[in-house]
């Protein structure tokens, strides 16, 4: 973990309120594992007081270049929209445990179920996935065509169904519905999305093997004020992982949803 000022290259809105941008710094070097995500104080001033955890989309360690996918909603969000290539953002990372790499063998299928902003970590995931030999199939689910996004860069890591809520896009309904109707073979599942999200995907698939990487709302990013803990299943009520610092990522049927 590093703390650095890094700089913006570009900044773009790439659907309905959802923001790419990517920076270059030092820090990227480090930034080898899928799944991991970065905190960054998005003002010089003390409002907003905490920084904002934001996923690693994707990784050029050889331009040490950082691209990051985000929905501008809250205040911090709003903020960080505004920044402008030139300019710096305070970020600190590599922070979490990122998705295993070495659980499948080269020619293995790997599915990938992404819902709205929990589509972004699957992104590099599914990129060094596909470098290791590795065949990707991915599901993405989002409310409507007009809040999808990087549709055409999983395309070309392999074979891609969207799902839309409302149907302007893709299958009507969720990630769920996909995964009903069509005829996926897949060695091991690999989502991140709304907990809603995978707690219908442990109820589809009960025997699913694979990991889960969980969204909840964090304070510090290191683990030190307990805002993101959750219950480990057959555990005792004392028994508890924080998402920041044990996960995001854990094995299916490891937490509590």
Do not use: W
């Amino acid at each position: 973990m590093k703390k650095e000022f890094v700089q913006v290259i570009s900044q773009k809105e790439i659907a309905h309120q959802i923001f790419e941008l990517k920076v270059r710094g030092e820090v990227v070097a480090d930034m080898t594992s899928p799944g991991q995500f970065v905190h960054l104080r998005v003002s010089d001033s003390f409002q907003p007081l905490l920084r904002r955890p934001i996923s690693i989309c994707d990784v050029d360690v050889k331009s040490k270049t950082l691209t990051m996918l985000y929905r501008k909603e809250g205040a911090g969000t709003v903020l960080l929209s505004h920044k402008r290539e030139g300019e710096t953002v305070d970020l600190l990372g590599p922070l979490g445990n990122g998705f295993p790499l070495d659980t499948l063998s080269a020619g293995q299928t790997a599915l990938l179920v992404g819902g709205g902003i929990g589509v972004p970590p699957l992104y590099y995931l599914a990129k060094e996935l596909k470098r290791r030999g590795m065949n990707i199939v991915s599901v993405l689910g989002f409310q409507s065509e007009q809040d999808a996004f990087y549709n055409e860069e999983f395309a070309e890591l392999g074979e891609v169904f969207i799902s839309t809520v409302d149907g302007s896009l893709g299958t009507k309904g969720f990630v769920t519905d996909v995964l009903k109707n069509e005829d996926i073979n897949y060695d091991l599942l690999y989502s991140c999305g709304p907990t809603v999200m995978l707690k219908a995907l442990e109820a589809q698939i009960p025997d699913a093997n694979g990991f889960f990487s969980l969204e909840e709302r964090m304070g510090c990013g290191i683990g030190a004020c307990f805002a993101c803990v959750c219950h480990v299943n057959g555990g005792s009520p004392s028994d508890y992982v924080k998402i920041c610092s044990n996960g995001p990522v854990f094995p299916i049927g490891r937490v509590a949803l």
